[in-house]
C-alpha cells in the first residue's frame, strides 16, 4: 500500500522527469532548419540562457557562471593586464568560477596555452574591435600539434570575437615541417563565436572532444581542420587559398568504426581561390565527415573528396552530403564513395545531440 502522500510525490517527480526530459529534447534533437533566415530563431529557443536552462546544464558550469569575474587585458596599461598570456597566468590552478578576459584591440604577438587544470576561460572581445592574437610557430621546431598559437587544453572555453592567426610564411611544399597550426582546441565543450582563425597548412587542430564554431572564418590550404574532434560548424566561411595548386578542407583522424569523433558542417559558405579544393581527405583509415545546407563555389573539386592515396580506405570512410548548394555542390561528379544522405540519416549530424548541447552550450558571452 502506498500512502497519499507518496503517490504526490512520486507523481511530482514522474512530471520533472519529463518535463525535463522534453528540455533535453528540444536542446538537442531539433534539426538545424534548412532555411539559413530561420537559424537564428532556432538557436535562440535551442541555446537559451543559463536562467533557462539549469535543469540540463552540467551543474559545474552552472556553479561556475553564478558569479563570473572579468579581467582586461589592454596594450596601453589600462587594463588589468597589458599580456593575455599574463591574465591566464593569473588564473588560479583548479579554478572552478568562469573568467572572461576581456581583450581590447590590436596584435598580439603571443603563444598562449591554456591548461587543463584551468576550465571556465572566455576569451573576449568587443564585436568592433577584434584583436589578433598571433605567432609564428610551425611544426620544424614545436611539432604540428605545439606549433599553435593559442592551445586550450581546458573544458568549458569560450572564445569570441578574437582573431587567431600564425604567422610563419606559407608552406611552398619542399621543406619538412612547415605546418603552423593557429589554433589546437583538445578541451572538452569548447565554443567558438564570430571567430577568424588564420592560417595555411593545419590551421585549426581540431584534437578531441565535443566543440561548437559559430559564424566563424576559417582560412587555410592544406587539411585546414584537422584531428579527432567531435564537432559541429554552423554558418562559418571555410576559406580555402588555392590559387597555388589543389588544397583540402579537412582531414578527420577517426581511426575506428567504434569512434564517435566526426565534423559536420551545415549552413556553411566555402569560398576562396582556385578551382582544385577538396571537401576532405581520408587520413586515418575510418574519416567521418557530413556537409549540409552549405553553399559550394567554383573552389570546390568536382570529385569533392579524396583517399589521400589509400584506396583501401574507401571501404571505410563515411563522406556524406545533403542538400548542399552552389555551382559545384552536383552530385554527379562526385567520387563514388560519397553518400548523398536521406533525410533520416542526416538527422543525428544536424542537432546539438551530436555534441550533448543540453550539457554545456550557452549563448555567446555580453560583456
Known sequence: MISKSRTSTINVAIIVALFTANVVLSDDLTPIPANRAQLDAWFNTNVGPLAQRKATLDPSLVAAEAAPKVITVMQ?????????????????????????????????????????????????AAPGTMPNITFGGTAAKYGTVDSATLIVESDYFVAANIMLSNSAPRPDGRKAGEQAV??????????????????????????????????????????????????????????????AGPTVIVAQARKSASDADLYSFVHCDITGTGTTTFLARAWMTYPKIIYAYSTMTNVVHPKGWD??????????????????????????????ITKQLSEAEVKPFITLGMIQGSKWLLPPPKV
Open 182 to 243: 593557429a589554433l589546437r582546441i583538445s578541451g572538452d565543450r569548447a565554443a567558438f563565436y564570430n571567430c577568424k582563425i588564420l592560417g595555411f597548412q593545419d590551421t585549426i587542430c581540431d584534437d578531441r572532444h565535443n566543440h561548437f564554431f559559430k559564424d566563424c572564418l576559417i582560412q587555410g590550404t592544406v587539411d585546414f581542420i584537422f584531428g579527432s574532434g567531435t564537432s559541429l560548424y554552423l554558418k562559418n566561411e571555410l576559406r580555402a587559398l588555392g590559387d
Open 307 to 336: 583517399n589521400g592515396m589509400h584506396p583501401e580506405f574507401d571501404k571505410t570512410s563515411y563522406f556524406g552530403e545533403y542538400q548542399n548548394t552552389g555551382p559545384k555542390s552536383d552530385p554527379k561528379g562526385r567520387v563514388s
Open 76 to 124: 596601453d596599461g589600462k587594463g588589468d593586464f597589458k599580456t593575455i598570456t599574463d591574465a591566464i597566468n593569473s588564473i588560479p590552478t583548479g579554478n572552478n568560477k568562469r573568467v572572461i578576459v576581456k581583450i581590447g584591440g590590436g596584435n598580439y604577438n603571443e603563444k598562449i596555452k591554456i591548461e587543463r587544470t584551468k576550465p571556465f576561460v572566455t576569451l573576449y
